[in-house]
């Protein structure tokens, strides 16, 4: 895994960086103000050294695998010094063996609402919804028959046992636990997940921004639809990660394919947006690869990582 030297006082690379403190959260800062000049810059281009990649229909293929390329692509660009973190809204728990079968420290969970070190199983950064928001949701959800699930560090909940709670088990490799009402054991949550019918799901989305205009809204899936925090995202999980390992933005690349990804396309000094990606991806990215079963991650890492530093 990839190592980083700790000074006294949480600096990292003369940077402070916001770590959990065991009782609460300290929030992440700002990063610093961008240098004139790339700092890294070779040949037109950035030196990149932080890359954030979306997992499901990004890294890993519709077998839920991972291409070889793209295994050797990331072997290269770790070991020529990037760092490679996973950022999906898949939770922490799902995503740690893809990080740990790759030999990644860090990893970005519940749409960039929680950071964590694998070294140690550290929560670095967490940005959550209030336990009022959490039960108001649920409410709404149970008025309109909606399947809700809430997320809670490597836990997550819903009301009842269904084909919906099977399903994303099954997907995700993590077991959930049904409670009953969740608005009756709501607390801080890293995100909600609604899972139903696309068409409705559509529908609902509209509904939702304008009953819940302080919480953020995404389609990750046609059948999926996360809520986070306004503090959360992709983008901040990328600002936070390059502040704390000491990257420039502008050194920063980002890879998907979805709504939940553009936040983190647009922070990103370079964007890339797979070949099966959403249009609105496409039409942010600087770069177009190929899918997720023909390689494209390691198409976009040879491109502006593995080649411009030679």
């Known amino acids: 895994m990839q190592a980083f030297t700790r000074r ?28 004139a000049a790339f700092p890294g810059q070779i040949g037109g281009f950035p030196l990149i050294r932080l890359i954030c990649v979306d997992m499901d229909d990004t890294l890993l293929t519709p077998q839920h695998g991972i291409h070889p390329d793209d295994r050797a692509a990331i072997a290269a660009a770790t070991e020529a010094g990037a760092f490679v973190v996973p950022c999906s809204g898949r939770m922490a728990l799902s995503l740690a063996p893809y990080a740990r079968d790759l030999g990644l420290r860090y990893l970005a969970a519940c749409n960039g609402a929680h950071v964590v070190d694998l070294d140690g199983y550290r929560t670095l950064h967490r940005a959550g919804i209030p336990p009022k928001d959490v039960a108001d949701v649920a409410r709404w959800a149970k008025e309109r028959g909606l399947y809700l699930q809430a997320y809670y560090g490597d836990i997550y909940e819903y009301e009842a046992d269904c084909s919906y709670s099977e399903g994303y088990r099954i997907s995700s490799g993590v077991t959930g636990r049904a409670v009953g009402p969740l608005w009756a054991c709501a607390r801080e949550s890293e995100k909600l997940l609604f899972i139903g019918d696309p068409d409705e799901l559509t529908l609902r989305l509209a509904e939702l921004r304008q009953a819940f205009p302080g919480l953020l809204f995404a389609k990750s899936k046609p059948h999926f639809v996360e809520v986070m925090s306004p503090s959360a995202g992709k983008d901040e999980a990328l600002r936070f990660l390059a502040g704390y390992l000491g990257v420039d933005m502008r050194d920063t690349m980002a890879i998907g394919d979805s709504e939940n990804d553009l936040p983190m396309l647009s922070a990103a000094g370079v964007a890339v947006s797979m070949g099966n990606g959403s249009q609105a991806c496409k039409a ?18 040879r491109r502006y990582v593995l080649e411009a530093q030679r």
């Open 8 to 35: 006294p006082g949480f600096f990292i690379d003369n940077r402070p960086a916001m770590v959990y403190n065991g009782s609460g959260f300290l929030s992440h800062f700002s990063p610093p103000a961008q240098s």
């Open 284 to 301: 942010a990215a600087a770069y177009v690869t190929a899918d997720n079963s023909s390689g494209g991650v390691s198409r976009a890492l």
